[in-house]
């Protein structure tokens, strides 16, 4: 016979505590919200180690539009432990991520293996914390860090350590000059396409990339004459 006191405990016991592990973390990877999310590794250690699972099965994770900063960021990344693709770009309330936090993510298991990374707008960081988090990032294939303040600097660490990147986003990059460009073509060899809306510099820096590239796609469309690559 049970103890009436566990008795009791059962007779409370909800019908989702009742659910299998696996699929209470599978539901809660459908929490889309991160107060959501918080409040309900809040209710029980079972919710919260749910909470837990459902972040480390996750292949997607995006704070853009919500309004988290270095510590908040890094606390669900670090538990993240198969993802894919990070985007932190910043809205009006959203993203308020420093180098400090950019040091702190470059600690997490799954950097390594990102393809898609999104910094777009986060103007808290510098050249120091984007080559922190970029050398460890080795499996990009596409990189968002448009509206930045970087400079050639960090263009040189992507292109020493992101051999497959595809795609980058450098919108707005007004520190970037010709230089940073050449050594990202030059050693990314499989970049397909350059976003360089905004940036300073000549049509003649472009020539010169899909001289060395005739297949890359200078974005948007029309920032150049029609011209002929042999």
């Known amino acids: 016979m049970k103890r009436k ?25 459908l929490l889309t919200c991160f107060k959501d999310l918080a409040q309900t590794s809040a209710v029980s250690r079972k919710w919260r180690e749910g909470v837990k699972e459902s972040l480390a099965r996750r292949q997607i994770l995006s704070f853009s539009g919500w309004k988290v900063d270095d510590d908040s960021t890094t606390r669900l990344v670090l538990l993240a432990y198969s993802l894919k693709e990070l985007d932190i770009s910043r809205s009006r309330w959203g993203c308020q991520i420093t180098d400090r936090g950019l040091y702190q993510l470059s600690t997490a298991r799954c950097i390594s293996n990102l393809s898609s990374l999104s910094l777009w707008g986060t103007t808290g960081i510098t050249d120091t914390g984007v080559v922190q988090l970029i050398s460890r990032a080795s499996s990009l294939q596409h990189l968002n860090i448009g509206g930045t303040f970087i400079t050639d600097i960090s263009l040189f660490a992507i292109a020493g350590s992101c051999p497959h990147l595809k795609t980058i986003v450098l919108w707005g990059c007004r520190h970037v000059t010709e230089n940073g460009l ?31 590239s005739p297949a890359l796609q200078i974005q948007p469309k029309g920032m150049l004459p029609n011209i002929a690559v042999f």
């Open 182 to 212: 050449l050594a990202l073509v030059n050693k990314c060899r499989k970049l397909e396409s350059i976003n360089a809306w905004g940036m300073r510099v000549t049509v003649d820096c472009f020539i010169g990339l899909l001289t060395i």
């Open 5 to 29: 006191g566990v008795e009791q405990v059962d007779d409370q016991e909800t019908p989702i505590d009742r659910l299998p592990f696996d699929l209470l973390a599978h539901i809660f990877a």
